[in-house]
């Protein structure tokens, strides 16, 4: 939100001292202690994360590969006073943060005017939080590495909150920066003020509130720590304007102050549990690996152990990727609700299912009870509060993966003249499952189908593409028909299954791979809610591919109108009523208006020269494809049910 707040004593020049041992009286108490005892205000009460200065007992600890801040030549002199925001700056760029998203506000112009005084930190402006926030959401989904977002007070710091939480429930890092109002001015009601801190607490990893300037360099590097250890999560700064202008020479050399966190962080798996879990893999018949997200680190060592155990890999909708799903004879693709038939037979029949990085979320699992029914349960997880949360397992590691197959790998290579694996008879089993229930879709005539689109954008990308989506049926769809060879490819909005998400988050994937094909493959619905980042990809020129499957209805919720409502459609109808023949809106346009060269298709032997002419057009390019509406995604097991209930015929032609 860009509006400044009227002129005040905000934007004159900080009444506070410089500081380098602090001599500023507030920074030493929390609110709502008014930094004017002589004009008692009473503010209303404020938690506050622990970012005010400490004498307490510090624990050091080095946090996770920044440069080297003796490389790090700084734009001032060691004992130069400088602003807050500069320091702020300075610090993202010893993290070696190069892109940041930012949009600008009354409460941020001050880090906004240190940014453009950053040689190492490029901005990419998107045309609203929330594609801000979603951006570096795709940029650190794409990369490994933390994304950072910029806003202003008030509405744009609420215009995150989105973001946080989706960033939350699939542990992604996100580093979020906030301005606030002025210290003096917390808890008055001032224009564009929010209690960030309280409205993000639940949705974030941690958060922060900083009111000793001196405070920044140490608030920083807890940030990136916290957003990327552990299982990694957003973490939130939010810094009133006035500490922003406060001149401080900053001391680089602040330890980093988490003991209770550093305690709480698991640590390597221990050489027993692993022996056991190998044991109970030579014991099984009928082993499956169920995983997720957990695992897009590990991706070499989970191939190494499915090498050396010959167990088919069922993936989760976080953890399409961190196994190749084009592996014909061990990948069972995506398990769940939408998942492939096989992978949900093979999960209803093992008698080991191996959880590896994953939650056990119920859009997987469905009815508890059913789930795995016969199977004994390894569940091995980074984080403690997963492991029984919602499943008990037989045996249980609190560990990060990698290191847990690592541990695996060497015992089973140690063993392998001994131990003799074959579990053939399971897989040419499962083999029978994918003949006899393959992923397939109805033709509708002339019309496109869907599924269609993707496999032919899957067969002229080689699926070597890094791939978006929105949220609904073209989500499910892209998981289901793109086959996925690595990690980091595959990029959605899983547990919060955000709509909006998949325009900005290729943006920052394509930030983040610029010599990568970036394909965000969305819906109308999902598209329209952020289509204003069409103007981002304009100006940034960045080459992202658009293919818009256009069925002018809410996709996912008409499919369940269908199955479950009698087909009785509740304001799911995205088009125009007074004209239902014409395409509303015309997306065409949209693109038009920032630039980007667009297209239509509307038949399927004009689908495959469409989508090559996308791929072949330099820079940005919109194809919007329409689809009837009526196609639902199957396999489908309702919600509450369980693999006996489920789906694989039908669609909106027919009535329930």
Same mark, same amino acid.
């Given at each position: ?5 009227p ?10 001292p ?5 001599s ?26 622990n970012?005010?200065s400490?004498k ?18 700084s ?14 700056? =300075? ?26 005084r950053s040689?190492?930190?490029r901005?990419?402006?998107? #045309? ?24 202003? &007070? ?9 973001? @946080? ?17 002025p ?7 001032a ?19 900083v ?9 920083? &590097?807890e ?22 202008? /406060? ?11 988490l ?14 549990h692993?022996e ?6 030579? =014991?099984?018949? #009928?082993?499956?690996?169920y ?12 191939? #190494? ?6 167990i088919?890999?069922?993936s ?15 990948s ?26 994953? #939650?056990f ?7 508890l ?22 499943? /008990?397992?037989?045996?249980?590691v609190?560990?990060d993966?990698?290191?847990? @197959?690592?541990? @695996? ?18 897989r ?10 393959p ?39 892209a998981a ?51 289509v ?20 002018q209805? @809410? ?22 009523p ?7 809106p ?12 667009a ?8 689908l ?42 039908g669609?909106?032609? &027919?009535?329930?």
């Amino acid at each position: 939100m860009a509006a400044i707040a009227p002129p005040s004593s905000a934007s004159k020049p900080s009444p506070f001292p410089v500081s380098s041992k602090s001599s500023n009286p507030i920074s030493r108490f929390t609110l709502p202690f008014s930094p004017h005892p002589q004009k008692p205000t009473f503010l209303r009460h404020l938690q506050i994360s622990n970012s005010l200065s400490s004498k307490t007992a510090t624990t050091t600890i080095t946090t996770t590969n920044p440069p080297d801040p003796e490389t790090k030549i700084s734009r001032f002199a060691p004992d130069e006073p400088r602003k807050g925001a500069d320091v702020l700056v =300075e610090a993202l760029e010893r993290q070696g943060v190069t892109n940041v998203f930012a949009y600008p506000g009354g409460a941020s112009m001050e880090i906004h005017q240190a940014l453009t005084r950053s040689s190492t930190i490029r901005n990419v402006l998107p #045309r609203h939080e929330q594609g801000g926030v979603f951006a570096a959401e795709g940029y650190a989904r794409a990369s490994g590495r933390p994304g950072v977002c910029i806003a202003t &007070s008030g509405p744009g710091a609420t215009n995150l909150v989105s973001g @946080l939480a989706d960033a939350l429930m699939d542990s992604i890092p996100v580093v979020a920066i906030t301005g606030q109002v002025p210290r003096r001015m917390i808890g008055t009601d001032a224009f564009q003020e929010t209690p960030i801190v309280e409205v993000t607490r639940s949705i974030t990893k941690h958060n922060y509130l900083v009111l000793d300037v001196e405070d920044i360099p140490r608030v920083v &590097s807890e940030a990136f720590f916290l957003a990327t250890s552990g299982r990694p999560g957003p973490v939130l700064i939010d810094i009133p304007k006035d500490v922003q202008q /406060q001149l401080v020479v900053p001391n680089w050399d602040q330890p980093i102050r988490l003991p209770g966190y550093m305690s709480r962080l698991p640590k390597t798996p221990s050489e027993d549990h692993l022996e056991q879990i190998v044991r109970l893999v030579s =014991e099984s018949k #009928r082993p499956v690996l169920y995983v997720g997200g957990g695992c897009l680190n590990s991706s070499e060592e989970l191939r #190494r152990f499915v090498e050396l155990t010959g167990i088919p890999v069922a993936s989760t909708l976080m953890g399409l990727g961190a196994y190749p799903c084009n592996d014909e004879e061990l990948s069972l693709q995506m398990l769940g609700m939408h998942g492939t038939v096989y992978a949900n037979y093979a999960v209803d029949k093992s008698d080991l299912l191996l959880a590896f990085g994953v #939650r056990f979320d119920d859009r997987v699992t469905g009815k508890l009870e059913a789930f795995a029914s016969r199977a004994k349960i390894v569940h091995i997880d980074i984080d403690s509060a997963e492991i029984g949360k919602n499943k /008990q397992p037989h045996v249980s590691v609190c560990a990060d993966i990698k290191l847990a @197959l690592e541990g @695996l790998n060497r015992i089973l290579e140690g063993k392998e003249s001994n131990v003799q694996l074959d579990f053939s008879a399971w897989r040419a089993e499962l083999k029978e499952q994918k003949v006899k229930f393959p992923l397939g879709f109805k033709t509708f005539g002339e019309s496109i189908s869907p599924q269609n689109a993707i496999q032919v954008l899957d067969e002229l990308t080689d699926g070597n593409a890094i791939i978006s989506t929105g949220v609904g049926q073209h989500q499910m769809w892209a998981a289901q028909f793109y086959k996925y060879k690595r990690p980091r490819q595959w990029l959605t909005s899983g547990g919060l299954g955000a709509m909006g998400f998949g325009l900005p988050a290729a943006i920052g994937a394509a930030v983040a791979n610029p010599d990568s094909i970036v394909v965000d493959i969305d819906g109308d619905g999902s598209f329209i809610m952020n289509v204003q980042e069409l103007a981002t990809i304009s100006v940034e020129k960045l080459p992202i591919k658009i293919l818009l499957l256009n069925n002018q209805h @809410l996709g996912m919720v008409v499919q369940w109108e269908d199955r479950f409502y009698k087909a009785n459609r509740a304001h799911t109808y995205l088009g125009n009523p007074s004209n239902e023949s014409e395409i509303f809106p015309n997306m065409l346009q949209f693109a038009d208006a920032c630039g980007i060269p667009a297209a239509r298709v509307t038949k399927k032997q004009d689908l495959k020269a469409a989508i090559q002419k996308m791929l072949d057009t330099p820079g940005p390019y919109l194809l919007d494809v329409i689809v009837p509406h009526q196609e639902h995604v199957l396999p489908m097991i309702p919600s509450g049910g369980a693999f006996k209930d489920v789906i694989t015929e039908g669609d909106g032609r &027919s009535s329930y």
